[in-house]
């Protein structure tokens, strides 16, 4: 089932979100980015400079800039039928630069329980 994600109306991207983990209220999977994806990009790359796939320390002053500016975009998730899907937290972890262009994936917490008793595997 395809997600979109938007920011106040624009798209920035698109999902299947093929993994579940419905005990956590996680869905994550491969993400497309849209036209509106170099609106925020900028601040998911907060994200990959503060935890580096390399395994190495984290960097939390980065990393609290990359919070504090993800809440702020106040990001909206959509399913197939443009209906909103209440979430508490909305992610991509863009490791592109590091890992090419398959590296990004869009991570959500869902907390609307419709979703999962809607939602088919």
């Known amino acids: 089932m395809r997600h979109t994600v938007r920011l106040k109306g624009v798209i920035v991207g698109y999902s299947e979100l093929e993994n579940i983990d419905e005990t956590l209220g996680r869905a994550w999977g491969l993400f497309r980015p849209g036209m509106g994806y170099d609106l925020v990009q900028p601040i998911f790359r907060l994200f990959a400079e503060a935890v ?5 320390a ?12 993800r809440d702020a975009l ?4 959509q399913d197939q039928h443009g209906r909103v899907i209440r979430t508490s937290g909305i992610h991509i972890a863009d490791y592109r630069e590091e890992e090419g262009e398959a590296a990004i994936e869009l991570d959500v917490l869902i907390k609307d329980p419709a979703y999962w008793t809607t939602r088919t595997t």
């Open 74 to 77: 106040e990001l909206e998730l």
């Open 52 to 56: 580096p796939l390399d395994g190495s």
């Open 58 to 69: 984290k960097n939390a002053s980065v990393l609290q800039r990359y919070y504090n500016a």
